[in-house]
């Protein structure tokens, strides 16, 4: 599990062998090798990463869809948005409150599923709505599909 761990977070940083290493495994394996593995993939240019999030966003479990969205969004900002906002009105309302967090991160604030989670009944729903709206107004906009969103530099 370590040697696994370690691969995959070397994998997302870019490391060549790393991204080889899971390339290996995720032809023994497929879409079980888990949504980091696959994320690093898909970052990698592999087209098996991105396929292999495609299926795990239309799996059984909310909580794996909503990651594998989450994790979609890193991607491309458009290409989770819909799994992240079926999961916000259909989700349990432990799910909900993680998905307005990929929902701020995904930049779907402004939607109408996102915003009338201020006025609800659940007070730890509306606090995570005020954070992924100021997550949203302080991250940079994605100008490319292929653009993370990173975290904006820290003050000099």
């Given at each position: 599990r370590v040697k696994y761990a370690?691969?995959?977070?070397?994998?997302?940083?870019?490391d060549t062998?790393?991204?080889?290493?899971?390339?290996?495994?995720?032809?023994?394996?497929?879409?079980?090798?888990?949504?980091?593995?696959?994320?690093a993939l898909a970052r990698s240019g592999d087209a098996r990463g991105s396929a292999a999030l495609d299926v795990q966003m239309r799996g059984p479990v909310d909580l794996q869809r909503l990651y594998a969205a989450d994790a979609a969004t890193k991607l491309n900002p458009t290409a989770g948005q819909s799994t992240i906002?079926?999961?916000?009105?259909?989700?349990?309302?432990?799910i909900r409150v993680l998905a307005i967090g990929a929902a701020g991160?995904?930049?779907?604030?402004?939607?109408?599923?996102?915003?009338?989670?201020?006025?609800?009944?659940?007070?730890?729903?509306?606090?995570?709505t005020v954070a992924a709206i100021a997550e949203t107004l302080l991250a940079p906009r994605p100008t490319t599909?292929?653009?993370?969103?990173?975290?904006?530099?820290?003050p000099q």
């Amino acid at each position: 599990r370590v040697k696994y761990a370690r691969t995959v977070s070397l994998a997302l940083h870019g490391d060549t062998a790393s991204v080889q290493s899971l390339g290996a495994l995720f032809a023994a394996q497929g879409a079980d090798l888990g949504i980091p593995a696959a994320l690093a993939l898909a970052r990698s240019g592999d087209a098996r990463g991105s396929a292999a999030l495609d299926v795990q966003m239309r799996g059984p479990v909310d909580l794996q869809r909503l990651y594998a969205a989450d994790a979609a969004t890193k991607l491309n900002p458009t290409a989770g948005q819909s799994t992240i906002l079926q999961t916000l009105q259909t989700g349990s309302p432990a799910i909900r409150v993680l998905a307005i967090g990929a929902a701020g991160r995904a930049h779907l604030v402004t939607h109408e599923a996102v915003y009338t989670r201020l006025v609800g009944s659940e007070p730890e729903l509306r606090a995570q709505t005020v954070a992924a709206i100021a997550e949203t107004l302080l991250a940079p906009r994605p100008t490319t599909p292929a653009q993370t969103i990173a975290p904006p530099p820290l003050p000099q």
